[in-house]
């Protein structure tokens, strides 16, 4: 029996994709429902090292009001990397109890999925998250060592089983701690990068698998650091090496449990075609919800098994959106774009905002492509980080899709953080995304 204090912890998700929130005494629990917990609305608008956005209206111009924090009904959870009995409870920040945060990033991606619902339509959605198992303790960020002779890891050991056995405690205590979290863990893979590992998450309701890739990510790490490890999900920790992606994997059902893109049923070619085209018609200015910071475009860059142009294509690992194997009866969209240092909430709202415009505007898309798309002339992401934020400031379909508030903050919090980093040299990048991205 511990003999810890009872305490609990409850957190929210900021527009980086960072916890933050507040360790309480226990009999807060009962309280939770209730609103009792109040926060700071400009919390979701802080940039990646914590700071206040310079200007922000969420600042003094409304004398950094409080809002209220709500459970999500996801908690209390259990925190598998601390040493003492202390749940978490999942939160949502809101205005009010009653009225939603427009900046909220779980609350963007509910009200994308409301589109479906009122269509009496549902989502399913599945993540694959990469990340990278490094060494911090030098002055630089190094490969990781082999837990079982010291020595570093220098070369890629993809699918290799040896490579899983060597990080075996870690990876045991990963899949034992997603299972106390709830947390649907499911393949798990040594990948292209040095110290690299994919896993999977199953397919369910699409708000719940945003949930889980957001808390999966804090587990990652936590465990990580028990071991005596470091894991970042840095979209490009080392320049010469592959990057973490987050691809996203999604299907339409409806009330009856049949699939909306099932291509041998009426209509179902069209809403897929039209889902494809609407990802299309969104991604250039989706590209800064896709790579959010500096690190993130060394990793896209052609050739190196991210995809830079704007296309589909049928089973087809170098296209932006990808059609998977398997029959008409279980078509779904994959979206290979995303970096592991994303904000899961953000990068559904995006994907699934743009399926649900190409099929309320029966959008249609250009022909599938074949072979390697970057020897082809595609359009193409936004090239730069600069120019990513310039494009989602702008752009309809992200309007239409996160609102303005949302919108407006986090175009202040990354030109906030461009100017930030503009001074620091990119070898050092690492020490502001280690453990933030």
């Known amino acids: 029996m511990s003999q810890d204090p009872h305490t609990i912890r409850v957190a929210f998700c900021d527009l980086n994709g960072v916890m933050r929130g507040k360790r309480l005494p226990g009999e807060y ?99 694959e998250l990469e990340f990278t198992l490094v060494d911090d303790t030098g002055d630089e960020l190094a490969c990781v060592r082999n837990p079982l002779n010291g020595q570093p890891i220098e070369m890629p050991e993809v699918l290799a089983l040896s490579h899983m056995d060597a990080f075996d405690a870690f990876l045991t205590d990963l899949y034992q701690g997603a299972e106390e979290m709830g947390i649907p863990a499911q393949t798990v893979t040594s990948e292209a990068g040095v110290g690299q590992f994919e896993i999977t998450l199953d397919h369910q309701d699409a708000l719940r698998a945003a949930d889980d890739a957001w808390l999966f990510k804090a587990l990652i790490r936590g465990l990580a650091r028990k071991h005596g490890l470091a894991a970042t999900f840095m979209a490009k920790p080392f320049g010469d090496d592959a990057g973490n992606g987050m691809h996203v994997h999604f299907s339409i059902w409806g009330a009856g449990g049949q699939n909306m893109m099932d291509e041998t049923q009426p209509g179902g070619q069209e809403r897929l075609h039209a889902a494809l085209a609407g990802g299309l018609a969104a991604m250039a200015g989706a590209t800064l919800i896709f790579a959010p910071h500096a690190n993130s475009y060394a990793r896209l860059v052609p050739g190196a098994h991210a995809p830079t142009a704007i296309c589909w294509g049928e089973d087809n690992r170098t296209a932006a959106l990808r059609i998977p194997m398997g029959g008409p009866q279980s078509r779904r969209i994959e979206n290979r774009v995303a970096g592991g240092d994303t904000n899961p909430y953000l990068v559904l709202a995006a994907i699934l905002g743009a399926a649900i415009h190409g099929i309320e505007n029966d959008l249609t898309p250009p022909p599938p492509i074949e072979g390697n798309a970057y020897e082809q002339d595609l359009p193409q992401l936004a090239e730069s980080w600069t120019e990513a934020i310039d494009r989602f400031e702008s752009d309809p379909i992200m309007a239409e899709i996160f609102g303005p508030l949302l919108r407006d903050c986090l175009v202040r919090c990354k030109r906030q953080e461009v100017e930030m980093l503009s001074d620091v040299p990119l070898d050092e990048h690492w020490k502001t995304y280690l453990d933030t991205a």
């Not at 409080?66 to 925190?79: E, I, N, Q, S, Y």
């Open 29 to 127: 629990e009962d309280k939770l429902s209730r609103g009792a917990i109040k926060m700071p609305l400009s919390v979701v608008n802080v940039d990646i090292t914590g700071a206040d956005i310079e200007d922000s209206p969420l600042v003094f111009e409304s004398g950094d009001a409080d809002g209220v924090l709500l459970p999500t009904g996801r908690g209390p959870m259990p925190l598998p990397w601390l040493g003492s009995d202390q749940p978490l409870y999942p939160m949502e920040l809101r205005r009010t109890r009653e009225d939603a945060f427009g900046a909220d990033p779980r609350a963007a991606l509910r009200r994308v999925l409301a589109r479906y619902e009122a269509r009496g339509w549902s989502v399913q959605a599945a993540t």
